[in-house]
C-alpha cells in the first residue's frame, strides 16, 4: 500500500471564507497602490500649475496700482511733449532749441511704445478715464489733471508763435512740462512696484532733471 499525505478535508464554509480573505487582502493592496499612484498625479498636476502660472507672472512682471497709474498718465504726457516738440522744426529760429527738441522725440517716441505694451501685458487699458470726464483733459482753470500738462490754448499759443517768440515760448512751457513728468516719475520709483517701470521712472528724471536744467540756461539767453 502506497504511503501519501492526506489532505484535511476543510468544510465548505471553511474554504469560502478562506477565499474571501485571500481575494479581500489582495483588494486592499491593491486599493493602497492605486491611492499612492493617484497622489503622485495629483501632485504633479499641481506643481505644474503652480510653475505655470509662476512663469506667466514673472513674464508679466510684478506690478500695482501705482505702476498703471505711472503708465497711463506717462502716454498722454509724453504724447503731448511730442506734440510740442514737432512744432520746432519749422518754428524754431534757436538751433540748441531745434536740437532739444528732437532730442525729446527722439526718448519719448520709443517710452510710449513702452510704456503701451506694459499696459497690455498687464491687462490694464490705456486710459484711466474717459475723455468725456471732467478734469481728464483739461479742469476748470485750463490745467489738465496730470502735471505740466499744457492747457488747449497753450498749444494755440505755441503753434502760432514763431522764431524767437516760439523759442521762448518753447522753452518755458517745456520747462513746465518736464518738471509735471518729474514729478510723477519720482512718485513711481517710491510707491510702484514693477522693476522696469520704476527704472524707466528713474531715466525721466536724470534724463528731464538735465533737460530742464538746459531750458533754464536758454532761457536766460533769449
Known amino acids: 500500500m502506497t504511503a501519501f499525505t492526506r489532505v484535511p478535508h476543510w468544510p465548505l464554509h471553511r474554504r469560502l471564507a478562506l477565499v474571501g480573505a485571500v481575494a479581500a487582502g489582495g483588494l486592499l493592496l491593491a486599493g493602497c497602490g492605486g491611492n499612492d499612484d493617484m497622489k503622485g498625479m495629483d501632485h504633479t498636476g499641481a506643481k505644474e500649475s503652480a510653475t505655470s502660472k509662476a512663469t506667466a507672472g514673472s513674464a508679466a512682471g510684478a506690478f500695482n496700482d501705482a505702476d498703471v497709474s505711472f503708465a497711463q498718465m506717462m502716454i498722454p504726457h509724453h504724447e503731448q511733449a511730442l506734440e510740442m516738440a514737432g512744432l520746432a522744426d519749422d518754428r524754431a529760429s534757436n538751433a540748441r532749441i531745434k536740437s532739444l527738441a528732437g532730442q525729446i522725440e527722439k526718448a519719448q517716441d520709443p517710452e510710449i ?110
Not at 114 to 135: C, H, I, Q, R
Not at 174 to 203: F, Q, S, T, V
Open 113 to 222: 511704445v513702452t510704456l503701451k505694451s506694459w499696459l497690455k501685458g498687464w491687462g490694464e487699458p490705456e486710459k484711466a478715464f474717459s475723455d468725456e470726464m471732467p478734469g481728464m483733459n483739461h479742469g476748470a482753470n485750463g490745467k489738465s489733471a496730470m502735471g505740466g500738462m499744457m492747457s488747449e490754448e497753450d498749444m494755440r499759443k505755441l503753434e502760432a508763435a514763431k522764431g524767437p517768440a516760439f523759442d521762448r515760448a518753447f522753452a518755458s512751457m517745456m520747462i513746465d512740462h518736464h518738471k509735471g513728468a518729474i514729478a510723477m516719475a519720482k512718485d513711481e520709483k517710491k510707491n510702484g512696484r514693477n522693476a522696469k517701470a520704476k527704472k524707466l521712472a528713474d531715466d525721466v528724471v536724470k534724463n528731464q532733471s538735465t533737460e530742464v536744467a538746459t531750458l533754464r540756461t536758454l532761457l536766460d539767453r533769449l
